[in-house]
């Protein structure tokens, strides 16, 4: 049996990943962060108290921001295959805490590269390197196309990019960096612009709110579904050798063509209910991401299966049962929070 370790087993991919590995009958380990409120929800379905016979996925308190613990961690579970999926994953945010994010999304690649080399642990590391990274880059973007990142984030990531592949020729690492462009899902957080919108739009179909505020309309993005895109991952560590691969759709999309598809297959009209606002905007924006994921697919065989209609039925779909259990509660007299986020 293999055994993996997952940072960033709480977040989207992190579950879709966990729940793939388990299927293929690993041993999954997930490095969770202590939290005042769960945060678990992702992957609650697939964990089992550890008292129980057979359990396969054990979960570890952790932080990337601690070296020391990773390299006991990795010493003690002495796994075949590590996803580094933990960051800060926000570029909005990232304007806002530039250090944190440079902490965590870049030198957090770095802290567990060093627990791999100073332990000496045999095993094969996945880097969630991203299409951020390309930035103002023109598009189409592959692996032969300059960086030109746009955010403390892109930054960070393009650090964690090439301190894994100098590790990689430094010190012999089987270390893979996937460039994964958008990549989306019901399990999208809430404040990433696809999960905004399909939240509020059937949150606005069932009369809980009158007001979606979004930002760029504009930018246009490659947008897959998240769990073809952890299929990728797995290939990429299942290769003889490391080496870095973009995944990606191949189309693009703006946000507004999202926002208009969203509300349009509720019946509703998008200019009635979206309003613009500037605290949304970026410092400087990513204005177009689209890729070119063919070394992937002649390498890997990988393909995505969802299109794009496929993936906003499916967060569309999901989006609405919650909406109406809010709607259920509130009508029960209970309360619910439709107000503004933050991002
Ligand atoms: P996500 O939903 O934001 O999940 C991020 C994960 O990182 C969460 O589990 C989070 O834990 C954890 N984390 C954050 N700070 C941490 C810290 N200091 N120590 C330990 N864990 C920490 O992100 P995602 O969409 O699944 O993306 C996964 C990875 O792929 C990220 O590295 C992201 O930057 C990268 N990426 C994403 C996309 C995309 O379109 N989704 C595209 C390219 C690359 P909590 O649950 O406790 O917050
Ligand atoms: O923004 C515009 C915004 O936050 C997409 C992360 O997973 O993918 C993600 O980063 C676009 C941007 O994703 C709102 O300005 C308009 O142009 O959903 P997003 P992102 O910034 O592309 C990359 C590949 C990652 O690696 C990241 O980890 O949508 N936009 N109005 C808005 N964006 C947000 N969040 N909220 C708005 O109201």
Redesign the pocket.
């Known amino acids: 049996m293999k055994k993996a370790f997952v940072?960033?087993?709480?977040?989207?991919?992190?579950s879709y990943l966990a729940e793939f590995l388990l299927h293929k009958e690993y041993e999954v380990h997930g490095?969770?962060?202590r939290?005042s409120t769960f945060?678990t929800e992702r992957i609650d379905h697939l964990y089992h108290d550890f008292h129980t016979p057979d359990t396969k996925l054990f979960l570890h308190y952790?932080?990337?921001?601690v070296s020391g613990q990773l390299m006991d961690l990795l010493h003690s579970i002495q796994p075949d295959e590590i996803y580094h999926?933990?960051?800060?994953?926000?570029v909005r945010v990232s304007f806002d805490m530039p250090e944190y994010t440079g902490d965590?999304?870049g030198l957090?690649t770095l802290r567990i590269l060093e627990a791999i080399r100073k332990t000496g642990i045999k095993t094969k590391f996945y880097q969630?390197?991203?299409?951020?990274m390309f930035g103002a880059a023109s598009p189409p973007q592959s692996e032969n196309t300059t960086f030109q990142p746009r955010s403390p984030?892109a930054a960070a990531?393009v650090y964690a990019y090439y301190i894994v592949q100098n590790y990689r020729d430094a010190y012999g690492l089987f270390a893979t960096n996937g460039i994964?462009?958008?990549?989306?899902s019901p399990r999208?957080?809430e404040t990433?612009v696809t999960r905004k919108i399909t939240r509020a739009a059937t949150q606005i179909k069932l009369g809980l709110k009158n007001k979606l505020f979004l930002g760029n309309l504009d930018a246009k993005r490659d947008w897959g579904f998240?769990g073809d895109f952890v299929e990728a991952m797995w290939l990429m560590l299942q290769q003889d050798k490391p080496d870095d691969f973009v995944i990606a759709t191949g189309e693009t999309h703006s946000v507004r063509e999202f926002t208009e598809k969203v509300f349009s297959k509720l019946n509703l009209d998008y200019n009635k209910y979206v309003s613009v606002d500037p605290r949304y905007f970026r410092p400087t924006e990513v204005d177009i991401l689209l890729g070119d994921a063919s070394k992937a697919k002649k390498a890997l065989g990988w393909k995505p299966k969802v299109t794009f209609d496929a993936l906003i039925d499916m967060m569309i779909a999901t989006d609405m049962e919650l909406a109406k259990k809010e709607k259920t509660l509130l009508d029960a007299g209970f309360s619910c929070n439709n107000s503004e986020r933050l991002t």
């Open positions: 940072t960033g087993i709480t977040g989207q991919d992190g490095l969770i962060r939290s945060n952790g932080d990337l921001s999926l933990g960051a800060q994953s926000h965590v999304t957090g969630a390197s991203s299409s951020e984030y990531k994964l462009f958008n990549h989306e999208r957080g990433f998240a």
